[in-house]
């Protein structure tokens, strides 16, 4: 049986509440190490690492070695808790997203150093549908499709960059194209469950702050609690 594998980040997520008992652990990769908290049924990666008192910034992200630790543990299905800025007004703070696509115009890490391997990146339909009908079965309502624009961090976006983006998507963040991209090199099914936590820059008067951010994802934080026990009751055995 695969564990399932959650990667969290600013959405974390309350480790008592699942019913698991989780161990702490090192995996050293051939990109490098990542920790991870784990049983026989369920990892969690803490993509800006595992130590609260030194935090990983995005643009410091591994996620070549947070996806091949997650595969050397037998993971096969990857669910991305990510926390993103609206590029909508008709996509208020304290929304929930299941993406469909991305947008990643910076540079991203690959595993194809040495030569040319021209894979077509892509979000798991499988995976998506199981975060959906999770979420469908603990009464939660989510928006079924959305794109998602990856920035390098750790800065915010001028309003002239936020512009651009949203003639073309409808969220913003720092992580989740990255993990997509390596997911795929690196052959795990992976998709995503995004809070919208801000407004992106421009889109309303407020500017960004990350009171704001913190304070949205610390209410969806408990939504999508609800949502990831759900998805654990209904394909852990799987």
């Not at 909508?88 to 696509?101: F, M």
């Amino acid at each position: 049986m695969a564990p399932l594998s959650i990667i969290t980040g600013t959405i974390s997520l309350r480790v008592s509440s699942l019913g698991l008992k989780l161990s702490k652990k090192t995996l050293h990769t051939p990109y490098g190490d990542a920790t991870i908290l784990y049983s026989d049924r369920l990892i969690l990666l803490p993509r800006h690492g595992a130590d609260t008192r030194n935090v990983i910034p995005p643009h410091r992200i591994n996620h070549l070695a947070n996806l091949y630790a997650l595969k050397i543990m037998g993971a096969r299905d990857v669910v991305g808790l990510n926390s993103t800025g609206s590029l909508r007004k008709d996509l208020p703070p304290g929304t929930l997203i299941v993406p469909d696509d991305f947008i990643s115009l910076a540079f991203v890490p690959t595993i194809f150093e040495n030569h040319a391997h021209h894979i077509l990146p892509a979000l798991s339909s499988k995976v998506r549908d199981k975060i959906l009908r999770a979420a469908a079965a603990c009464g939660q309502s989510v928006r079924h499709r959305g794109i998602y624009w990856q920035t390098e961090g750790p800065r915010l976006e001028t309003r002239a960059e936020i512009r651009l983006m949203s003639q073309f998507a409808d969220l913003v963040g720092m992580t989740m194209a990255g993990e997509a991209i390596a997911a795929c090199e690196i052959g795990l099914r992976y998709a995503s469950l995004c809070s919208v936590d801000n407004f992106a820059n421009g889109i309303t008067k407020e500017a960004p702050a990350m009171k704001t951010i913190q304070k949205y994802a610390n209410r969806n934080a408990r939504i999508i609690q609800q949502i990831v026990v759900q998805y654990i009751e209904m394909y852990g055995k799987n």
